[in-house]
């Protein structure tokens, strides 16, 4: 018997209650008992997982003006990554954009979006001004609410903020189990308020733009089922980082109902999007962090799972079909598995180690007769009874795997209820579960499956990524396609090289138009110089004269007349608009042209034209074949194409590292594969990275930026936006700095590119040209060798360009260190040298392997000193 307390003392009397032990006769009635409240078991609802990607919790404005009309308020569509960043900025005080702006006037903006397609939608800037934006942070907090233009109903009442407070009453997905007090809360997925926003929205409208009838194809938002149509989808959901979510659903939860739609493409999508696109959206959608179950919303047996307990759990060999989150119970000594108060659903693998200790009343059974301590349901006893399990006296059973069973405290097996040959019969009959198979691993067996599902798991999320980033021009295309020709067995799918080919065809128009204006230049030149007089090389004699005297640089009117339009069509920058799709039309011509001896002796001076790049030469000289339609671009082609395919600016390569394939063994077996650390090169274009690089924090979970600069910027200028000429050297320190700032956390490598051309012009176009440069001077060398490249390191003997390297990185190293305080990797590379950029990832790889033992050491050490009482004693 408990000790019991009396509350009848003397010191009540006295104004205060204090119980003192009661040493009484015993009592023949039972105590009624105040259960002390669990905490952990309260319901909570689940708190929003932390994304960096959302914006501040929104701002509950004090006096909405009542009846206010529902206004979608627009920004730029080029912004939409970048409003949701800095909410702050696209709003007004208010919370709001000036409702007077016009979508014209601010739809023209100059940054650029990931994904092109026709945005001509208006586009909303942020969570708060997407009308159906579903605020995870207003459900989770009740009082908390985001006001939002049109989220006030007719009655200038907050709909969101009413749902909210519905919404933060927590519920349970799973039918009824809210009643059902045996487990914690499971966190939930956010509720989709789409019919609430229907009544608002005309039927079947676009909730960006409000138009559109049902009938029109919609893409819809995986976490707040919002529905977009194809002008706003992608201002909506802009780059798609975790596939298919409004942009302010990033970083939440997708809802349960949406899981089976994960990594399906979708016709609009295919319709938007290029083929490398969409492959790129689905993956992110499959694998990203936040669209996969959580383990702590699956509870077994009262417990929420931990991580690996639900890798075990989904990996096993018989494992719960269709896991979605809810409170379940689980005897790991026969495999019953079923939702907490239901009778048994399925039989899955036993002794597994996941969940709390079964109770008795894990599936409300009210028949006083245990299976392994679980009292059963009716409809189990009857299918006992009907096999003719003697169930007199209420007994308790052990019921093991293989469906031999036993009564509690006796050692004699009574039966083998799966092998009567009625139970599979019985079973369907009666809704219960008969195993598929009948299994037992051993412990051990268990043991094996738990340590391979985990690493394989682990290994999935080890997945190291490597940014790729820097100017145009400085080489990371060339880079990032020579991985894949080092690293895929298949580096360039059939559609890639079709868009390599368009790509390749069009620069070709580019590089005659460069030619043309240089004949022109040549002609008017030698024209002046027949004359005897300079002065008429901008006279309107001279014009007049051209067409009368030819020179060597003359072409007949038929190739004027084409010359005069393609200059005129790239000087209006329309001709992506016209090529590579007119390329069968204007072959002929192009042959007819490149034939020309006006053009080959324009050709021979090419050196002379400034913007034509020098692997030009590659494609020029064999410009008759490439302008033919039938043309197929070689490997070497797609490598020395300028830049690569990519509509959004965004590539990536998966690889395994570090063996490159030999003869005999391909780098995609699978076996090997198993061994090998998983890497991801991502290679972001400037358009990318937009304006100021305010997309950068989307790349936070690289391990390794890899930021590339051309060895020959230092003598190169461009002309930015305003005219004014800038040095590229210059340019690439100022993104350098940026980014450098943004990624303080991250390791940084420097590849220092086309370290090959800055050999053959050091000579005569001194480093000191660039200001930043400007004290170089370098020791001169008696002995210059011919495999420098292999000796940069060494700086005894060494030439003028590896001096020029030297002096290059150290630059950087103390512009890196000035910025984040850390140690600046360098390394050079050729880009049309496999080796070199074989050698420049690999290095990229070792400093991440290096990362991750200083911190694990990092961690054992830290062990050692935070714990020094455990080791005192
Ligand atoms: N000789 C030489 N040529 C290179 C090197 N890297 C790239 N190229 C070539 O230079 C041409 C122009 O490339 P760039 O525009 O400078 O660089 P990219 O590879 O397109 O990379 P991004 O412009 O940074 O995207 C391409 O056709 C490449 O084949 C290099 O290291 N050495
Ligand atoms: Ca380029």
New binding site residues.
């Given amino acids: 018997m408990g000790r019991l307390l009396e509350a009848d003392t003397p010191a009540e009397a006295d104004g205060y209650s204090f119980a003192t032990e009661y040493d009484g006769p015993p009592l023949a009635y039972d105590i009624p008992r105040a259960c002390p409240i669990d905490v952990d078991r309260i319901p909570l609802a689940a708190l929003a997982p932390p994304s960096a990607s959302r914006p501040d919790p929104p701002l509950v404005l004090p006096f909405p003006s009542p009846k206010r009309p529902p206004q979608v308020p627009v920004a730029s569509p080029t912004s939409v990554i970048g409003n949701h960043v800095d909410v702050s900025g696209a709003l007004g005080s208010s919370g709001f954009l000036d409702p007077s702006t016009e979508a014209s006037e601010v739809a023209d903006g100059s940054g650029a979006l990931w994904f092109s397609g026709d945005l001509k939608g208006v586009a909303a800037s942020s969570s708060e001004i997407i009308p159906n934006r579903p605020s995870l942070e207003s459900a989770l907090s009740s009082g908390f609410s985001c006001r939002s233009p049109a989220s006030w109903n007719e009655d200038g009442e907050d709909a969101i903020a009413m749902q909210a407070e519905e919404e933060s009453l927590g519920t349970f997905q799973e039918s009824g189990l809210s009643s059902y007090s045996m487990s914690p809360a499971i966190g939930v997925t956010p509720r989709t308020r789409s019919e609430e926003l229907e009544t608002k929205i005309k039927k079947g409208a676009c909730y960006m733009c409000l138009k559109g009838s049902r009938f029109a194809v919609k893409e819809t938002c995986l976490v707040c089922d919002a529905r977009y149509c194809s002008s706003c989808v992608l201002t909506a959901m802009g780059s798609m980082p975790e596939g298919r979510k409004c942009v302010s659903c990033i970083g939440s939860p997708i809802l349960e109902s949406n899981r089976k739609r994960l990594g399906k493409s979708s016709w609009m999508l295919k319709r938007l999007l290029s083929s490398l696109e969409v492959e790129q959206v689905v993956k992110a959608e499959k694998n990203s962090e936040a669209n996969q179950l959580r383990p702590e919303h699956i509870c077994v047996n009262g417990k929420k799972l931990s991580l690996e307990e639900m890798v075990l759990l989904q990996s096993c060999p018989c494992p719960p079909p269709a896991l979605k989150p809810g409170l379940y119970w689980y005897d790991k000594v026969s495999g019953y598995w079923g939702k907490e108060g239901h009778r048994p659903d399925r039989i899955i693998t036993p002794n597994l180690n996941i969940g709390g200790t079964l109770m008795q009343n894990a599936s409300n059974g009210n028949t006083g007769i245990l299976i392994n301590g679980r009292e059963i349901t009716k409809v189990e006893l009857q299918m006992l009874k009907w096999v003719g399990v003697n169930c007199a006296g209420n007994p308790h059973f052990w019921l093991n795997a293989d469906g031999t069973y036993l009564e509690e405290g006796q050692k004699n097996i009574k039966g083998k209820i799966w092998g009567k040959p009625i139970m599979k019969l019985l079973c369907p009959v009666l809704s219960l579960p008969f195993p598929d198979k009948v299994a037992n691993p051993s412990g051990e067996e268990v043991n094996d499956l738990v340590r391979r599902a985990v690493s394989e798991y682990l290994d999935k999320k080890t997945l190291r990524k490597l940014l790729l980033v820097?100017?145009?021009?400085?080489?990371?295309?060339?880079?990032?396609?020579q991985a894949k020709f080092l690293y895929r067995s298949v580096p360039f799918p059939e559609d890639e090289r079709q868009d390599t080919k368009l790509m390749i065809q069009t620069s070709i128009y580019n590089y005659i138009g460069i030619l043309l204006e240089g004949r022109e230049l040549f002609e008017e030149e030698s024209l002046a110089e027949r004359k005897g007089n300079q002065q008429l090389r901008f006279s309107g004699d001279a014009e007049l004269d051209k067409g009368k005297i030819v020179t060597e640089y003359s072409i007949g009117p038929r190739l004027k007349a084409f010359s005069d339009w393609l200059l005129k069509l790239m000087a209006s920058g329309k001709l992506e608009d016209i090529f590579p799709a007119a390329t069968r039309e204007y072959a002929p011509l192009v042959e007819e042209l490149w034939n020309d001896s006006a053009i080959q002796a324009t050709y021979k001076r090419r050196s002379e034209l400034q913007p034509i790049?020098?692997?030009a030469s590659?494609f020029l000289e064999r410009v008759v074949d490439i302008s033919r339609v039938e043309y197929e671009p070689s490997d070497m082609d797609i490598?020395?194409?300028?830049?690569?395919t990519s509509s959004n600016g965004l590539a990536c390569v998966d690889f395994h590292f570090p063996e490159l394939p030999c003869a005999g063994m391909s780098i995609n077996d699978h076996d090997h594969q198993e061994t090998l650390s998983r890497y991801q090169l991502i290679?972001v274009?400037n358009k990318g990275l937009g304006e100021n690089c305010k997309w950068l924090h989307l790349f936070e979970d690289v391990r390794i930026v890899i930021f590339?600069v051309?060895l020959t910027d230092y003598d190169e200028c461009y002309e930015d936006l305003n005219g004014v000429v800038m040095n590229k050297m210059m340019e690439n320190k100022r993104l350098f700095e940026i980014i450098a700032r943004a990624f303080e956390q991250i390791n940084f490598l420097l590849i220092l590119?086309?370290?090959?051309?800055l050999e053959q012009k050091i000579d005569t176009a001194p480093l000191t040209l660039c200001k930043w440069f400007d004290d170089f001077d370098p020791v001169a060398s008696h002995h210059p060798r011919n495999n420098s490249r292999n000796n940069r390191g060494t700086n005894i003997e060494s030439t003028k360009a590896e001096q020029a390297f030297q002096y290059v990185a150290v630059k950087f190293k103390r512009l890196f260190l000035s910025i984040t305080g850390r140690k600046l990797f360098v390394t050079w590379?050729?880009?049309?040298?496999s080796d070199s950029v074989h050698t420049a990832i690999l290095y990229a790889s070792e400093i991440i392997k290096w990362d991750e033992e200083w911190s694990m050491c990092d961690s054992i050490e830290s062990m050692y000193n935070t714990e020094p009482s455990f080791f005192s004693h």
Avoid at 753 to 757: E, I, N, Q, R, V
């Fill in positions: 820097g100017n145009h021009g400085s080489g990371t295309s060339t880079i990032f396609k790049p020098s692997i590659y490598l020395y194409a300028d830049g690569i290679r274009d590339c051309s590119s086309k370290f090959d051309l590379a050729n880009g049309l040298d």
